[in-house]
């Protein structure tokens, strides 16, 4: 019901864009949320968007270089990804929930396949 893309291998200072795109309808009364996983290392919390994409919170490594946006005509959630640095390099999951979002993984109701992001130095 999610779909990542927008991963890939980049050099450090690129930006990439995520993208999260949902097969419902009711993708406007779902908040977005990134997560990522290292090797070896937990999944960590990223980013969310509230489902009325006044609400945003970021992981206090990244909120200086990555924002989140959606559209809710293309059922599409965003996570722009600036000065790229090779310690995020990670797999990149969206995962949505109805309405209030959280950074606990464990109240998302449906996650996307994830997307490989490689920072090189």
């Known amino acids: 019901q999610l779909e990542d893309s927008g991963g890939g291998l980049v050099q450090a200072g690129a930006s990439l864009r995520l993208s999260c795109a949902a097969s419902?309808?009711?993708?406007?009364?779902?908040?977005i949320v990134w997560f990522r996983q290292a090797p070896g290392k937990e999944r960590e919390f990223v980013a969310y968007?509230?489902?009325?994409?006044?609400?945003?919170n970021f992981a206090d490594s990244v909120k200086d270089r990555f924002t989140i946006s959606r559209d809710n005509d293309k059922n599409t959630a965003y996570l722009q990804m600036n000065r790229l640095k090779p310690e995020i390099t990670a797999i990149y999951s969206c995962?949505?929930?109805?309405?209030?979002?959280?950074?606990?993984?464990?109240?998302?109701?449906?996650w996307g396949q994830g997307t490989h992001v490689t920072v090189s130095s």
């Open positions: 995962a949505a929930k109805y309405f209030r979002p959280l950074r606990d993984p464990g109240v998302y109701d449906f």
């Open positions: 419902e309808r009711t993708f406007s009364s779902y908040s």
């Open positions: 968007i509230g489902w009325r994409a006044i609400n945003t």
